[in-house]
């Protein structure tokens, strides 16, 4: 079985179009290989499936195996790895399985996603370390967002609290720093990880639609997640969207006997 890995700004994905088994064991197999000791390493898994109105559709599996309706940086990877594979032309649309994604590929392997539009928000007089207000919205997976004035406060790893706030909202954490009108510091908690991870596109994009509504930020913001790369963001007509580079980074052949032990059966996974 052949696989690829991207990061999209440092959140990376396991991607192949080749690859048939049955359900309860595609979210194994997501599991074994997105471990960081034990697999490849990755914050999720993708495979990617015949559509029959869009260039194609995903089955997206966080880290943990669970599944999730959608994830902004790897819209923009998977993207990339579909124009590559010659499965789908420049610009087009994909099917996550709720909803059609229009994305982009432009020149030094940036790429553009538009996310589409997002969902009521609902504020919460929640007091905690980082701020005291906090936003819940939906762009795609539902994401808690909260604003630091202490720039110093930005996780860089789980907590306690981090863990509390995500399981009582069932969303991912946001803790944003404003540092000029233009910019945003955004460190997101992601379900399915459970961690901090190095950049989450629908988070950026909430914090992006948030700061703009609530705190008079730009509609056009740059995002710098904990892995420095920066992600420029548009808010148009009720939509986010969002640009950026992906980088493939190594082709993985999956020796046969790896899936018997683990008791998958594989019906594809040819390079």
């Not at 697999?39 to 669970?66: Q, T």
């Not at 639609?209 to 056009?220: D, Q, R, V």
Request: with cysteine.
């Amino acid at each position: 079985m052949v696989i690829e890995k991207y990061s999209g700004s440092g959140n990376d994905f396991l991607i192949t179009h080749k690859l048939i088994a049955p359900h309860d064991q595609l979210k194994q197999l997501a599991k074994k290989l997105c471990h960081r000791q034990m697999g490849i390493g990755a914050d999720g898994m993708i495979v990617i499936r015949p559509h029959p109105k869009y260039a194609y559709e995903w089955i997206f599996f966080n880290s943990d195996g669970s599944e999730a309706s959608m994830c902004g940086n790897a819209s923009r990877c998977v993207a990339h790895y579909a124009y590559h594979h010659k499965l789908a032309k420049k610009s087009h649309t994909f099917f996550t399985g709720e909803r059609a994604i229009e994305v982009k590929v432009k020149s030094n392997d940036r790429v553009f996603s538009n996310l589409g539009s997002y969902g009521s928000i609902r504020i919460f007089d929640q007091k905690s370390s980082y701020g005291k207000n906090a936003y819940l919205i939906d762009t795609g997976v539902p994401h808690l967002v909260i604003f630091t004035d202490d720039e110093e406060k930005l996780p860089i790893k789980s907590n306690n609290e981090l863990q509390d706030l995500r399981m009582q909202y069932d969303a991912n954490i946001n803790i944003v720093f404003i540092k000029n009108k233009s910019t945003l510091k955004v460190h997101t908690y992601e379900r399915g990880v459970e961690n901090i991870t190095l950049a989450c596109g629908t988070g950026m994009a909430a914090s992006s639609i948030i700061g703009n509504l609530y705190f008079k930020t730009s509609k056009t913001p740059l995002c710098i997640p904990p892995s420095q790369d920066l992600l420029q963001f548009f808010i148009q007509d009720q939509e986010v969207s969002f640009e950026g580079k992906v980088s493939n980074i190594a082709k993985c052949t999956i020796p046969a006997r790896f899936l018997e032990q683990e008791g998958i059966t594989l019906k594809g996974g040819g390079d």
